[in-house]
Each structure stands twice: as C-alpha cells, then as structure tokens.
C-alpha cells in the first residue's frame, strides 16, 4: 500500500522562537552585513526574504538614530544586533486597540534592555518600544523579522507617563 504525501504542504506560520533563529544566523552573515552600504547622515536597509513568508530587514543605524516609539499589531517579531549596541525601551502593558488618542502609563512598566553584537530577543503581538543607537560614534547593524508582515505601525510620542498616538503608517508608507 502507497502513502500518499501532499505535493504542497502549506507552512506553518513561523514562531517568535524561529524569528529570532533566523535573524540571529542573519546577524552572523559577515558577508549579509558587509553588502549593505552604511550613510552617516541616516538609516540604511535592505529588505531580506524572512522564514515563511515573514517581512525581515537588514538596518544600519548611524550613532543617535532611533525608530521612536511604535507597535506592531498583530505580529510578532525578532531582532538581533550584527555590529555595535542597540538599546530597546519598551513597554510591560497591553495598549488598546483603538479609540484613544492619549494615556497614562502606570509608573512601573517601563523596561530597557541593550542588545549587543550576536544579541537578540523576540517578541510577541501588540509589543511597543523604541530601538536606539546610543553610541556617539559607531553604526549599529540589526537584522528584524516580523510574522505577519507588518499590516500597519502605529507611531506613538511621548511626554513622561504620557503616551500620544501621532501616527498609523501602512506599508505603500515605506515603499
Ligand atoms: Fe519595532
């Protein structure tokens, strides 16, 4: 008796877990991170094809550049540092979905962690943070991958424990 195997077997979609594999082996990739061209005055990237059909990105930071304070949705997402130091704020609280425009964060849900070179950490859905480079005077270069590819970002500013959504940016934002 023959067993029949399906020809296309669709993939499950990636894990936070297999995220952050893949761009921990991409951070390591001397020759990946020696291809993307470094500006002082700004960020680089070039998008890289992600582990089933996530959206991952190689980035180059000059010293004080930083995304600013932002979610992901529903995705979830990895990232790990290839040369220099990242420092991520982030924060311990579920934001709601919608239908506020400003909030009051709790004063103990702030975390910070620094992410140096063949560092990396996951994250699950509705994570918020920033990732900076501190340094003065080296680039930084990371590699992120998010699952499902990023719908939209939500942007937010903040002022001590308040927090302004400024912002909803879709992807034709970054083309
Ligand atoms: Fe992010």
Redesign the pocket.
Known sequence: MTQSVPLHTKAAAPTAAELLDFVRRAAADTELIASLPLDPEGRTWVRLEGPGGSEAWLIAWPPGTG?GW???AESV?A?ATASGELKENSLAVRLPASGWKTLELAEDVDRERRIGPGQGRAFGRH?V?E?LNESTTEHAISV?AYHPPLPL?RRFSRTGAVLRLEQVERPEDWQ
């Open positions: 995304t932002h979610d992901h997402g990232f994570h943070h990732v992120h970002l």
